[in-house]
């Protein structure tokens, strides 16, 4: 049974690895960067900060200003369930930001997470049977994990990080280089990956 549940944790995460690729069909890095990115921003823009705005009252939600994050994929719980249930723990400066976003999720979801890694450990279950085929089938269930961080990482390169770089000021690139949760993303999301090929079992 969990020989099967593998198989499918791989599928899944190539499935999404191969959808996530067909962002170059409809949406040109220009486009996404120039017309869509800008209304990702939250209060810790540069040009929110250069206003010293404090943010926004919402009407039977906070009778005080809240300053929220820009909308990012971190805030999804789809990525961190499969974490959970691999047994994936972030560095602990990621992990502190990780959480932070965890917040940004419906309730519904984080409970979900917090249910997945406080349930039995496939991690530990695996590493306790001794059986080849399951220290294999994990491994390639990380293997596509890190895969799909990897491609992640080409697509913000590609839509951000060389868009960014076209940009003649150097402060407006500074701060188009900022996640849209207001993190330097590159190095968050290189060490997310390597910390996934990390939790691999050798051979």
Not at 28 to 46: Q, V, Y
Not at 77 to 103: I, W, Y
Not at 124 to 146: G, K, M
Not at 165 to 172: A, D, I, T, Y
Request: proline share 4%; net charge positive.
């Amino acid at each position: 049974m969990l020989g099967l549940a593998l198989q499918k944790i791989e599928t899944s995460l190539r499935r999404m690895k191969t959808v996530m690729s067909r962002m170059h069909e409809k949406c040109a890095p220009e486009a996404f960067f120039n017309k869509l990115r800008p209304f990702l921003a939250g209060w810790d823009s540069l040009a929110f900060q250069k206003k010293g705005l404090e943010g926004l009252i919402y009407e039977g939600v906070s009778t005080v200003p809240k300053r929220l994050v820009g909308g990012t994929a971190a805030q999804s719980s789809t990525l961190p369930s499969f974490d959970a249930a691999l047994g994936v723990q972030a560095p602990a400066p990621e992990k502190k930001l990780l959480d932070t976003f965890r917040d940004y999720m419906p309730p519904a979801h984080s409970d979900f997470i917090d249910a997945v890694r406080n349930g039995p450990s496939i991690k530990s279950y695996v590493s306790n049977s001794n059986i080849n085929s399951l220290h294999e089938l994990y491994n390639r269930c990380l293997t596509a994990l890190e895969q799909f961080r990897s491609y992640h990482i080409q697509l913000t390169a590609r839509y951000i990080v060389a868009m960014a770089n076209k940009k003649n000021n150097s402060e407006q690139s500074s701060q188009a280089l900022a996640g849209t949760g207001g993190t330097g993303f590159m190095d968050f999301l290189k060490n997310l990956r390597d910390n996934t090929k990390d939790m691999a079992f050798k051979s």
